[in-house]
């Protein structure tokens, strides 16, 4: 099992530019999510979803979209960047079964210049 | 709507010595309760989590956390600290949705 993967790593982009984060897991969890960390703030989520063709707000959704097609798969978009976006984005899968255990990708780094 | 709070934001301890990260959370009920484990430059490690049943919980590392219901506290201790613990730790909590709400942190520096 390669677990969460994601993809960038590192990206970087103007202000106004779009992109998509990838996220994918292979352990057919129906809960996912997306996290952005800032210094100071711990992790905050941006988008949950619990199953195909299902998302939700988390706490700090401005300028984001999400859309989760299939169970594996919950990409993240900015549509237009901000430097206020600049961050370091994890996506999570969660295991029901383990007592809602969450499983962490390691991350994208991402500037906004 | 749920909340974590971690009040220590920094924490320095010499090696051997025990050591004690609060958190307090802010929740109608009896929250997933966890406390993950963040190296610079790394992801999160899951320490341990309690969800029922014996309100002290053992995890990796030799951490342990004890869930206290009358004070909404998960506190996470450790009774002797190792220089390779020096990292940053986060307590969070899940109402239901699968999904996670964090404490800021508690960035941990252990002395020789």
């Known amino acids: 099992n390669a677990g969460v993967t994601q993809t960038p790593k590192f990206q970087v982009l103007k202000t106004g530019q779009s992109m998509t984060l990838q996220c994918a897991q292979d352990?057919?969890?129906?809960?996912m999510s997306w996290y952005r960390q800032d210094p100071g703030m711990g992790l905050r989520l941006i988008h949950y979803?619990?199953?195909?063709?299902?998302?939700d707000q988390g706490e700090v959704p401005n300028g984001y979209n999400v859309s989760r097609s299939t169970t594996e798969d919950f990409p993240l978009r900015l549509l237009s960047a901000a430097p206020s976006q600049t961050s370091v984005y994890f996506c999570?899968?969660?295991?029901?079964?383990?007592?809602?255990?969450?499983?962490f990708g390691p991350g994208t780094r991402l500037t906004v210049l | 709507a749920q909340s974590v709070t971690q009040p220590d934001i920094h924490i320095t301890v010499s090696e051997g010595a025990s050591l004690e990260l609060r958190c307090n959370y802010s929740?109608?009920?009896?929250?997933?309760l966890f406390w993950y484990v963040q190296s610079p430059g790394q992801g999160l490690q899951l320490l341990l989590k309690?969800?029922?049943?014996?309100?002290l919980v053992q995890g990796i590392k030799g951490f342990e956390a004890e869930f206290k219901r009358s004070q909404s506290s998960f506190n996470l201790r450790k009774p002797s600290v190792h220089w390779s613990d020096a990292a940053e730790y986060f307590c969070?909590?899940?109402?239901?949705?699968?999904?996670?709400?964090f404490g800021s942190g508690t960035r941990l520096q252990v002395q020789p």
């Open positions: 999570a899968s969660t295991d029901p079964v383990e007592a809602d255990t969450q499983y």
């Open positions: 352990m057919n969890h129906e809960y």
């Open positions: 979803s619990v199953g195909a063709g299902i998302t």
């Open positions: 929740y109608g009920a009896t929250p997933y």
């Open positions: 309690y969800f029922s049943g014996d309100t």
């Open positions: 969070a909590v899940d109402t239901g949705r699968r999904a996670l709400t």
